[in-house]
């Protein structure tokens, strides 16, 4: 196991740095959502701590939704818990 490695509820998940959360204009990953894959089944939307993702109907369907990016700190729980892999992480900076 790596030093700063954390596991959560038996997946492990990649160290943070330290020095990218003192940094305001950091450049983090947040969750892409891909709405093919999706199937709405809601599994992400609990594991978000800040209460970002949601589930919203489009038609008969329903598909996970990121709300207010700029508040993700990137962590990546949303992306290991999707069975269908359906989220994946991509670039955005934040700050000034």
């Known amino acids: 196991m790596p030093a700063q490695a ?3 509820q038996g997946l ?3 160290p943070v740095s330290n020095t990218a959360c003192m ?4 450049s983090i990953q947040i969750p892409v959502i891909d709405s093919t894959r999706c ?4 599994w992400c939307v609990p594991t978000c701590h800040l209460h970002l993702l949601s ?6 369907r329903k598909f996970s939704t990121l709300h207010d990016a700029d508040r993700c700190v990137g962590c990546r729980k ?3 818990h999707c069975p ?3 989220i994946t992480m991509a670039p955005a900076m934040t700050g000034a």
Do not use: K, Y
Not at 23 to 26: D, E, T, V
Not at 39 to 42: A, L, M, P, R, S
């Open 84 to 86: 269908f892999g359906a």
């Open 12 to 14: 492990w998940l990649p």
């Open 23 to 26: 940094n305001p204009a950091r």
């Open 6 to 8: 954390l596991s959560w």
């Open 78 to 80: 949303c992306e290991v």
């Open 39 to 42: 199937t709405g089944c809601g």
């Open 55 to 60: 589930l919203q109907a489009q038609g008969w």
